[in-house]
């Protein structure tokens, strides 16, 4: 759980809504009554404003919003269970950010923001701690409530500690939690019938008092139906409805038997279940009793009593029926036989919506009852569905009454029509669509996986809105922290090949965008081998060639990019040897045949980002031969210079360094001879091992002289020319040292001083972008070289005559419109002498400055020099 922007916000407000009227202060309803109501509408104004809520409900964009809203305020209440959750990672920043809310606050906020869902959640998923204080907080509350409002409430409540004592199975218990579970179990049984301001009762007329144990009977039977109907079911600790959100509440070691799934009778704890076994038979006690006090003349009286086109009587008569029936196989209680008695089978529209035609299934839908409502979701029974366009647009136009159970049985029956037919087709695929959105995500993977099932991708179900809906899904991931990552399956399942390209792209544009597309990749890991029919490669290795030829545009996205693919091969959504195998070699080949750099240089940077030197032991002489051949391409002449070679190349000798050619087996050596016989000599030095050529020195081994103090210097310097544009700074440094062993370091200068007048005499006759690049990047080199190879300290006046001595004939030498760049390489340089030379001569200033021609020089002399010799006056 993290501090999102919608969090902050909500934090900003709870804060000013404090600095009014405390929260701490605000323990009892009694005299308050006007600060929590300002309190309350102030944060419902609030939600309204940003939409979080719409007319008193929480919007169905923003239930993860409004969920973690509901779980920052628990975590900020008066709560004693927090002073030990206070040291949890996952929360201990969020605990106490906010003014402390008191408990009775709390119930306030929840009840009348209407997050009752969150309510339940809550104590049915977060550690049994702190759902229990939970549950005792709310069911405290009630003594504030009018008796006509409890039902409904009792019920959410009494379903949420039922379900929290059926988890109890998978925790490690520290206490007296089964006791305390089950006495607030059973208090919400007794407020059933023993509500808290039950006097006001006694205020009701007879009707009103008729609905209301009503109303309450109805509430009970569901609580009923929904224990029960999870009592019979399988454990999970994931069950359909959990939350990862709640997993932030527990403890190290706490939560066992994670990863069973058993029937609650199956359960070890038998302390457990003997608090179940009690919970069903008290809550089965207390049906009965709100069953006995259903007179004759109440239950008569029901049938006057009508909401939307149904009476109560026929409404609690049916669902009897529903309950008896469930109940019927699993107890033997007394109330059973007595739900028979006042229960009435319901209409059974699944059979009659066959024997309807189209006309009157209409007229009964558009009586907008709350029997059409059942005559709608009855569709979905109804034999050739899919043939009728009249009942799919009525679908269509009241989707959102259906369930997520019933929305994936519509799904299931229009993919099954659309395998064999045409007809509607365009309107069934957009209602299979907007169904398949409205399933679970444990069934959006299963259609998904069904769709695809053996391995191969089409886009047999894309719609005419795909690209409305792709657009507005990745918005979404990307703007809102609290977006539901498996939402990319609903245009995934319509087509694979551009959800993985707009993933790609999107991945390639800046860091936050890839850490998203990380994220959605792992929804979609296990569709990384799939391919389309008439492909050989899986479609995510064709995509990913595809962005790396076509989009890498500019640095950022390729670091971005090459980060992103670092991320798939760990979580092996490209595994290693594919990614090596199918996208860097295939790219640094093609990359070789065009002598396209950026994109050598791409893949070169991917498989040091990608790859431990251990895993592509196994590839070594093959990658050794494709980094021989890299060398040879990306080395430069200077007529062929580009940006981008120098990093590469350096780059490309960090990774032929790193596989190590000292441990290669004899076979593996005489296939790399073979396939190195006509390397470049300035690249074979990196291979010497293979040959043993002769030579002592970087110098020697590359170009076949002996160096000795007798040796022919013009020959050497002209070699130097020749080598020295070829090369990066670290070959520079290389050649330094290798003369070393012969000569001092005045002499050296002057040897690559006169290879460098050589290269701005060529380069003055052969004049073009690449050259004039080429001699820069050498002038760069040179001023490096100097600082870090020439200067001894501390720095003497002749050290400085001298390097001066040498860049001035270069400047001289230069042409007039090189001469600003060449002034702002040299400067570094220069600032470097002024500063460490220490006890300036008086003249040495003037000095200098006679031996440029050109003012740029003088002036940077000038301001660096002089200042320096005034400061030390």
């Not at 039950?198 to 007879?206: G, H």
């Not at 089978?345 to 009586?367: G, H, Q, R, W």
């Amino acid at each position: 759980m993290e501090f999102t922007p919608a969090l902050s916000a909500f934090q900003g407000i709870v804060i000013t809504v404090d600095s009014l009227y405390s929260f701490s202060k605000l323990k009892e309803r009694g005299g308050n009554e006007e600060k929590i109501d300002y309190v309350v509408d102030s944060l419902r104004n609030f939600l309204q404003k940003e939409r979080y809520i719409l007319e008193d409900r929480v919007s169905d964009e923003n239930t993860q919003i409004l969920r973690k809203f509901a779980l920052y305020i628990c975590l900020n209440s008066d709560l004693p269970i927090l002073e030990e959750l206070v040291d949890l990672d996952g929360i201990a920043f969020l605990i106490w950010t906010i003014p402390n809310v008191s408990k009775c606050l709390m119930c306030e906020i929840f009840w009348k923001l209407n997050m009752d869902k969150f309510i339940y959640e809550i104590i049915v998923f977060t550690c049994p701690l702190l759902s229990l204080e939970v549950a005792e907080a709310l069911l405290d509350h009630f003594k504030y409530f009018d008796p006509t409002e409890c039902p409904q409430r009792l019920k959410l409540l009494s379903l949420g500690c039922y379900k929290m004592i059926c988890r109890l199975f998978f925790f490690n218990l520290e206490g007296d939690e089964i006791t305390r579970s089950f006495n607030n179990f059973h208090k919400c049984l007794k407020y059933f019938s023993e509500p808290p301001n039950s006097s006001k009762l006694e205020r009701l007329s007879t009707d009103e008092e008729y609905k209301f144990i009503g109303k309450r009977l109805y509430e009970m039977l569901l609580l009923v139906s929904e224990c029960f109907t999870y009592y019979i079911s399988p454990q999970k600790f994931k069950s359909s409805d959990f939350q990862d959100l709640y997993n932030l509440s527990y403890r190290d070691g706490i939560v066992i038997n994670e990863h069973l799934s058993v029937p609650i009778s199956q359960c070890n704890n038998g302390d457990i279940l003997q608090s179940i076994n009690n919970c069903n038979k008290a809550l089965l006690d207390k049906c009965k009793t709100l069953v006995m006090e259903v007179s004759v003349e109440i239950f008569c009286a029901w049938s006057e009593f009508e909401e939307n086109g149904r009476n109560m009587q026929q409404t609690i008569g049916e669902l009897c029926y529903n309950v008896h029936a469930e109940l019927y196989n699993i107890s033997g209680h007394a109330v059973v036989a007595m739900l028979q008695q006042i229960s009435c089978k319901p209409l059974d529209l699944a059979e009659v919506i066959n024997k309807s035609d189209t006309a009157i299934i209409m007229e009964k839908i558009n009586k907008e009852d709350t029997e059409s409502t059942q005559w709608i979701k009855a569709l979905i029974y109804r034999d050739n569905l899919c043939e009728d366009s009249n009942l799919i647009l009525q679908i269509v136009s009241h989707l959102e009454i259906f369930n997520e159970v019933e929305c994936y049985k519509l799904f299931k029956i229009i993919y099954s029509y659309l395998k064999d037919n045409l007809k509607n087709k365009e309107l069934l695929l957009l209602l299979a669509i907007k169904a398949f959105q409205r399933c679970t995500c444990c069934n959006k993977h299963e259609i998904v996986g069904e769709h695809y099932s053996n391995g191969m991708f089409n886009d047999n179900l894309q719609t005419t809105e795909f690209d409305n809906m792709i657009t507005e899904i990745f918005n979404k991931l990307i703007i809102s922290p609290e977006a539901d990552l498996f939402d990319i399956l609903i245009v995934f399942l319509q087509n694979p090949r551009k959800v993985f390209s707009k993933i790609f792209q999107l991945a390639s544009e800046n860091l936050h965008e890839t850490d998203i597309m990380v994220k959605v990749m792992k929804c979609l890991e296990k569709y990384s081998k799939h391919y389309y029919k008439e492909e050989t490669e899986p479609c995510i290795i064709l995509v990913t060639k595809e962005i790396i030829s076509y989009f890498l545009d500019n640095e950022n996205k390729q670091k971005n990019f090459i980060n992103f693919l670092k991320n798939l091969k760990l979580s092996d959504a490209i595994p290693g040897p594919k990614l090596l195998l199918l996208i860097i070699m295939p790219n640094l080949h093609s990359g070789l045949l065009n002598r396209n750099i950026t994109q050598i240089c791409i893949q070169c940077r991917l498989l040091r980002a990608a790859y431990r030197i251990d895993e592509l032991k196994e590839y070594r002489a093959p990658t050794l031969a494709m980094l021989a051949q890299v060398l040879d391409t990306v080395r430069w002449k200077m007529n062929t210079y580009v940006p981008q070679a120098p990093s590469t190349l350096e780059l490309v000798l960090q990774l032929q360094a790193a596989l190590n050619t000292n441990d290669l087996t004899e076979k593996e050596c005489a296939w790399l001879k073979s396939k190195l016989r006509n390397i470049n000599p300035l690249n074979m030095y990196y291979f010497r091992l293979l040959w043993n050529p002769p030579g002592n020195t970087f110098v020697e081994v590359v170009s076949g002289m002996h160096i000795h103090k007798e040796m022919d210097m013009e020959h050497l310097s002209l070699w130097l020319s020749q080598t020295l544009s070829s090369t990066i700074l670290q070959e520079w440094y290389h050649i330094w040292v290798s003369l070393c062993t012969v000569f001092g370091n005045i002499k050296i200068l002057d040897i690559f001083h006169d290879a460098l007048l050589l290269l701005c005499v060529a380069e003055k006759s052969n004049n073009t972008e690449s050259t004039k690049a080429c001699l820069m990047y050498c002038m760069k080199n040179f001023v490096a070289t100097t600082r870090y190879k020439f200067f001894k300290m501390p720095l003497n006046d002749s050290q400085v005559t001298t390097v001066f001595d040498k860049f001035a004939i270069i400047g001289n030498v230069a042409k007039e419109s090189d001469v600003e760049e060449l002034a702002t390489i040299f400067l570094p340089l220069f600032a470097y002498m002024a500063e460490k030379k220490e006890n300036l001569s008086d003249d040495l200033p003037q000095i200098l400055m006679r031996k440029f021609k050109h003012k740029t020089f003088t002036d940077i002399i000038r301001n660096l020099f002089i200042t320096k010799r005034k400061s030390q006056n």
